[in-house]
């Protein structure tokens, strides 16, 4: 559902997710029954998923009241949930100061016209994609093109990946990669398969368990990301690799000759690593430890050690913690 | 209190007003040596320091399923109709207005209710603040950087480090994978910590003279400076990494040993952990730990605190005895709380929604004990039919600090000077 709904209209997105048993069992939408429902959902629909702020908790008790109808069931040891007409309340609500006989359906439209909403949105999305604050202007043209687009999702995606602030700081990025980002990304530019369980376990110790958040919130982002456990494991990420957790980088990484000057150490191991951004100041000290790690005359066997320190100093190191 | 030697403290404290990135630009460009660093965390290993240690419950714990009110109990069984036990009360030893969950018995010598009668907590009932939000997210924000706005920032603990740290990274440590939010601070390191006996940095084929030089390589590239709070995160955050490693070197299975049983389960081992670290002169200060479970029993409550406070009751109660064990339970105040508290009327899916009027208790040889602020009058709600809020956490917080930090609390929390104070320290 998110897959195929992530780029729909917004209406469509938070129609299926409301829809959805997981969410449904996960925020005690189902089993919420008329005269005593369950806030659960109706208050985190609007604070993390739709508004933010703009709402009372009689806006929360009355939408709790209109969001009520669904039940759990449990046939053959799997839990699943259907909607009975008889458990709806079915009465007058007033939510954000509009009266009516409001059921699910209506509480949906209700969240995604509301004034909070396009704003929400649009700062929520940004941030995801860009370090750089969003500036008022930017802002208003954002929400333009997504209410105009009939709140299409992608529409205002696009709008945000085309802007000039994303590539604004590609000589001195900021943005802390996330876990699944660093693992994964490293994988990808280095052309190595997921070959071990070794990494969805040092994505655990980085602090992000996919499927798993802390919280129906999710996790804190940017430097939240960072802690001494999680950067340790991020070293860990790059002795596993060079070590033959993945076999391609293991072996690009043992060879090296007696005669590589430090820049073609550097090279070698920045192109066998795929790359990461690598700070100008960084790179001369790098520099520095390859003249320096001889110790006099190199010979083969250490070569190919400076060579190996290298690679995981690249990707270790803290500038390939930010894109 | 016995001041951390700390050459860089006005500059630091200069820094705290700026950005986080340019302080911590500003404050990486002056490296201290590693030497230097450990002699300041030696120097910090005062006798007697105060440590205080954070125990969250995530979620918003049930104040009144936790202890219920035993003076209240007519009002109690209409509020909470199937979730209540009847008559199947327990009063809390010396304390007969007050009964507690059974899974709060748990655990070595009676688990809580057990140290409740020893005289080792102290009971906030009624905690919250004025016109509580509901939110999780903002009450828990709230309640972590130890103000009523909605912003980002530094931690309140964070914040004391920062004013009365040094450049130990220990002194502040979080027994996760992830730092907690109550511990970010402007400028002063800090640490998280699983597994002390694997934090050493290791780099692959580095064995001898080579571990010296990717030690030394690595020393080097993570002490250059960042304008951006990103990547200057990265590179503080680096460069503690190693520090942590150094300085938990000496730590191995022999000081890791508990002198009590702990029970199973990740919580127990964070304490059991946590208590050793402690007792070693590493120059732990501040500490925090999440409890395990669910505590936001919308539905399925009955299974879901007995699971929680169960964990929580064993682990607690373990880590008590084990400080005590070890001869430092003296200098150690453990801060049990939850974001905020939940409905006096339950739901019809067995459990209860968000409220206020929530609960929090401080454990330890030192704390005074017994019931330390009133219990919220069940036949009094507030107009959306929570608890009244009998104490402003932000008060407890400034006692913490006076009486067990003894720190100035207007340097470290904005609504101090305003806030009322509880003898909460004997």
Known sequence: MLRTRSLDTFLRLVEGIMNDPAIQLYLSLAGSPKGAPNENFARELMELFTLGSGYSEQDVREMARALTGWRRRRVNGIVSTYWDPAAHDDGMKTIFGQSGPFGPDDVIVLVTTHPAHAPFLVAKLWAFFVTEPLDPGTAAALQSTYLSSGQSIKALVGAILAHPALYARLEAPDMVKWPAVAVAGALRTTGSPVSSRAYARLMSQMGQRLFRPPSVAGWDWGPAWLSTNAMHARVQLASTMVAGGSHGVRVRAGRAGADWTPAQHLDAALLTMGRPWIARDTQAILLSVARDFADGEPTPARAVALQRLLCQLVLAGPDAQVC | ???????????????????????????????????????????????????????????????????????????????????????????????????????????????????????????????????????????????????????????????????????????????????????????????????????????????????????????????????????????????????????????????????????????????????????????????????????????????????????????????????????????????????????????????????????????????????????????????LDNLAVTVDFRSVYASLLEQWLASDATQILPDAANAGRLQLIR
């Open chain 2, 1 to 383: 209190m016995a001041r951390c030697y700390d050459p860089y403290e006005m500059t630091r404290r200069q820094l705290v007003g700026r950005g986080v990135g340019a302080g911590l630009a500003l404050y990486g460009a002056k490296l201290l040596t590693f030497d230097r660093m450990l002699e300041q965390a030696a120097a910090q290993d005062v006798p007697n320091a105060p440590v205080l240690v954070s125990v969250f419950l995530p979620g918003g714990c049930d104040l009144l399923a936790a202890f219920p009110p035993l003076d209240q109990v007519g009002r109690y069984n209409d509020l909470r109709a199937s979730l209540s036990p009847g008559d199947g009360f327990t009063p809390l030893p010396n304390e007969s207005r007050l009964g507690f969950h059974p899974a709060l018995a748990d655990g070595i010598n009676g688990g809580i209710a057990g140290m409740f009668g020893n005289g080792r907590i102290g009971l906030l009932p009624g905690i919250d603040y004025a016109d509580p939000d509901l939110s999780h997210f903002h009450s828990r924000n709230f309640w972590e950087r130890g103000q009523i706005t909605l912003q980002g920032g530094t931690g309140w603990l964070g914040r004391w480090l920062d004013v009365h740290g040094s450049a130990n990274p220990l002194q502040g440590v979080t027994m996760d994978q992830r730092q907690s939010p109550l511990l970010t601070t402007a400028t002063a390191p800090n640490a998280a910590i699983t597994d002390p006996e694997t934090a050493a940095l290791r780099f692959a084929y580095m064995e001898g003279s080579f571990a010296d030089k990717a030690d030394a390589a690595w020393a080097k590239m993570t002490a250059l400076s960042r304008a951006t709070p990103g990547a200057a995160a990265a590179m503080q955050t680096a460069k503690d990494t190693q520090s942590v490693g150094k300085l938990l070197a000496p730590v191995g299975a022999s000081a890791l040993a508990a002198p009590v049983v702990y029970p199973g389960g990740e919580f127990a081992g964070q304490l059991r952990t946590l208590a050793a670290l402690i007792a070693q002169p590493l120059g732990v200060r501040i500490a925090t730990v999440d409890a395990p479970g669910d505590y936001d029993t919308h539905d399925n409550q009955a299974a879901d605190l007995q699971d929680a406070l169960g964990q929580l009751s064993r682990g607690l109660s373990a880590f008590q005895a084990d400080l005590e064990a070890r001869g430092v339970a003296d200098r150690v105040l453990t801060f049990v709380w939850s974001e905020f508290g939940r409905r006096p009327r339950s739901n019809r899916s067995g459990g209860t929604d968000h409220g206020a009027g929530g609960m929090a208790w401080v454990q330890g040889t030192r704390a005074v004990s017994g019931v330390l602020s009133d219990f919220p009058d069940l036949s009094r709600l507030d107009r």
